[in-house]
C-alpha cells in the first residue's frame, strides 16, 4: 500500500461536541479520509453533518478528541499556523457567502488573501500570476463574461459557482462543501455538483459535501458516510450501497431524539 | 331577547373609561401648573414685549450688506473647522467601531469597557466640550476643531458600530475558511458591506457640524459665532442679520448636497 493514493489526508479521532452544556453534536467520532476521494455525508438536519463538516477547518472548535489534517493537528493549531493549515482547505457554503457588493474578481481572488501577508492584500496588491489564476478559474466555471460584475448581479446558481472559482484559486488540497445545492434548482446543483466533481478529478482535491438530496448523492458520490444523532452510522463505497440503506439513516430520527 | 344581543354585536362596543387613566391627567396637569411656577415662567411677558421683537426682526431684515466682506471669511473659517472636525472624528470612530464590534472581536471584556467610555463621551454636549478646550488649548478655531471632532466621533462611532454588526456573517465564515488573518477579515468581507453606511454616516455628522460650529463661537472656539455674539452686544441688529441669512443660506445648501449624495450612495 505505498500508493500515495491512499494517503490519509483528514484524520477524526474520538472527536467529541458539545454545545452549551448538553446538546450533543458529535459523540465520539472516528473517521479517516484519504487523498483524492470524494466523499458524501447524508443524514437528517440537525445529525450533525455541518458540525462534522466545520470541525474539520475548525470554524467550529471541537470539545474533545483529535482532527488532524495532512498529519498535522488543526485542534492544536494558532495564529498563524492554523490560517496555514485552512489554506489548504477551500470551502462552499449553502449560502454561497460571497462579498455581495464586490466584484466577482475580487470575490474569486479572495481565495488567495490567505497567501499574502496584511499589508499587500489591504491595498490590493495582487500579483498578475494570481489574477491570471483567478480568470481561469473562472472560466472553468464559465463566468468569464462577469469578471467585472457585482456579486449580487448574478443568480443563485452563478453565485456558487462564483464560490466555486474562489476554491479554485485557492488551490488547496480539501474542498468542504456544506449543503452546496440546498438554495439551488435542481438543473443548477446538477453543474455544481459536477463543478465540484471536476475539481476532484481534474484537479485531485478531496473533496467532502454534506448533502441533503439522495438522487445527488448516488449520482455522484463515492463514498457515503451516514450520519444520525452526532454519529457515523454507515460508512462504504457508493457501488456497494443499496437504496435501503438510505432510508434507514433517513429514519428512526424521532428515535434517537 | 336576541335581537338586542345581535344589537350588541353589531355596534361598536364602547371603551371604558378608567379612573387611573383620569387620575394621570390630573397629575400632568398638577405637574406643569406647580413647574410654571416653580420656574417662574411667566408666557405673558413674550407677548408683551413682542413690539421690541418686532422691532429687532425689521432692523434684521434690512442687512447690511457690506458686512459681508467681513462675514464671508469668518464663514469659510466655520465651514473649515466643520470640514476638519470631522475628518478627524470619523478616522477615530472608524477604527473605534471595529473594535467595539461585537462580531468582529469576540472579547467582551473588550468591547464591554470600550463601550462604556464610548457611553461618557456621547453624553457630554458640544458647548460644554467646546468651553473644555478653549480652557485647555485657548480660544481660537483650535478648540472648535477638537470639540467638533469629539461630536463627530459620537455621532458616527454610534452609528457604524450598529451598521458594523448588522452585515451578513457569510462572507467572514468563507475569509476565515479561506486562512485570512483578522485585518483580512475586515478588509475583505466587513468593510465592502458597510463602507457606503459609513461614509453617509460622515456627511451626516457635517451636517450637524456646520450647525454647531456657527454657535461654538459663542464661548471663543472659533469661527462666526463670535462675531455673532459681539454684534448682539452692541445691538448692530442689520450686522447680526446678515450674519443669520449667510448661515442659513449655507447650512441649507449643505444639508441638501449632503443629504443627496447620501441618497445616492444607498442605491
Request: with cysteine.
Amino acid at each position: 500500500m505505498a500508493d500515495s493514493a491512499v494517503k490519509p489526508i483528514i484524520e477524526l479521532k474520538n472527536v467529541k461536541k458539545v454545545y452549551g452544556k448538553d446538546v450533543v453534536g458529535l459523540k465520539d467520532v472516528n473517521l479517516t479520509i484519504n487523498k483524492g476521494e470524494f466523499v458524501v455525508i447524508v443524514g437528517l438536519s440537525g445529525a450533525g453533518k455541518s458540525t462534522l463538516l466545520r470541525s474539520i477547518n475548525r470554524l467550529i472548535d471541537i470539545t474533545e478528541g483529535d482532527i488532524l489534517v495532512n498529519g498535522e493537528s488543526i485542534t492544536k493549531a494558532k495564529g498563524k499556523k492554523l490560517r496555514t493549515l485552512r489554506r489548504h482547505i477551500g470551502m462552499i457554503f449553502q449560502s454561497f457567502n460571497l462579498v455581495k457588493r464586490s466584484s466577482v474578481l475580487r470575490n474569486v481572488l479572495t481565495g488567495r488573501v490567505g497567501y499574502y501577508p496584511t499589508w499587500k492584500s489591504t491595498f490590493n496588491l495582487f500579483t498578475k500570476e494570481d489574477k491570471q489564476r483567478a480568470y481561469d478559474a473562472l472560466q472553468q466555471v464559465d463566468l468569464e463574461d462577469k469578471v467585472y460584475s457585482r456579486a449580487d448581479e448574478l443568480s443563485g446558481g452563478q453565485q456558487q459557482r462564483v464560490a466555486i472559482a474562489r476554491v479554485l484559486t485557492q488551490n488547496p488540497d480539501i474542498i468542504l462543501a456544506d449543503e452546496p445545492t440546498a438554495s439551488l434548482d435542481p438543473q443548477t446543483s446538477r453543474r455544481v455538483m459536477k463543478d465540484l466533481q471536476m475539481l476532484n478529478e481534474k484537479h485531485g482535491m478531496t473533496v467532502v459535501i454534506n448533502l441533503h438530496s439522495v438522487q445527488l448523492a448516488q449520482e455522484f458520490g463515492k463514498r457515503v458516510i451516514g450520519v444520525r444523532a452526532g454519529e457515523i452510522i454507515y460508512d462504504g463505497k457508493m457501488s456497494d450501497t443499496p437504496a435501503s440503506t438510505f432510508d434507514q439513516i433517513y429514519s428512526g430520527g424521532d428515535q434517537d431524539e | 331577547m336576541s335581537s338586542t344581543e345581535q344589537e350588541k354585536l353589531m355596534t361598536l362596543p364602547k371603551k371604558k373609561l378608567k379612573i387611573l387613566n383620569w387620575l394621570w391627567v390630573l397629575l400632568f396637569v398638577a405637574g406643569l401648573f406647580i413647574s410654571t411656577n416653580e420656574t417662574k415662567t411667566d408666557l405673558g411677558a413674550l407677548f408683551a414685549n413682542f413690539g421690541e421683537f418686532a422691532d429687532i426682526f425689521l432692523q434684521m431684515l434690512h442687512p447690511d450688506w457690506s458686512y459681508l466682506v467681513t462675514v464671508v471669511p469668518l464663514l469659510l473659517e466655520t465651514i473649515k473647522m466643520a470640514i476638519l472636525g470631522t475628518a478627524i472624528g470619523s478616522v477615530i470612530a472608524f477604527i473605534y467601531s471595529l473594535l467595539i464590534a461585537r462580531n468582529i472581536v469576540k472579547n467582551k471584556a473588550v468591547t464591554g469597557i470600550l463601550r462604556i467610555i464610548m457611553n461618557i463621551i456621547r453624553t457630554i454636549p458640544d458647548l460644554l466640550l467646546g468651553a473644555i478646550f478653549v480652557a485647555i488649548v485657548g480660544i481660537g478655531p483650535v478648540a472648535g476643531v477638537l470639540a467638533l471632532a469629539i461630536c463627530t466621533f459620537g455621532i458616527v462611532v454610534k452609528l457604524f458600530y450598529e451598521a458594523i454588526e448588522t452585515i451578513d456573517p457569510g462572507p467572514i465564515e468563507a475569509l476565515t475558511a479561506v486562512g485570512a488573518n483578522k485585518i483580512q477579515i475586515i478588509v475583505f468581507a466587513v468593510l465592502p458591506q458597510v463602507i457606503t453606511y459609513f461614509i453617509s454616516y460622515c456627511l451626516y455628522a457635517f451636517e450637524i457640524n456646520v450647525r454647531a460650529s456657527t454657535v461654538l463661537g459663542y464661548i471663543g472656539a472659533g469661527g462666526i459665532g463670535l462675531y455673532l455674539q459681539q454684534t448682539l452686544q452692541i445691538f448692530d441688529y442689520p450686522k447680526t442679520g446678515t450674519i443669520i441669512i449667510v448661515i442659513i443660506i449655507v447650512v441649507v445648501l449643505i444639508d441638501y448636497v449632503s443629504s443627496k449624495s447620501r441618497e445616492a450612495l444607498m442605491q
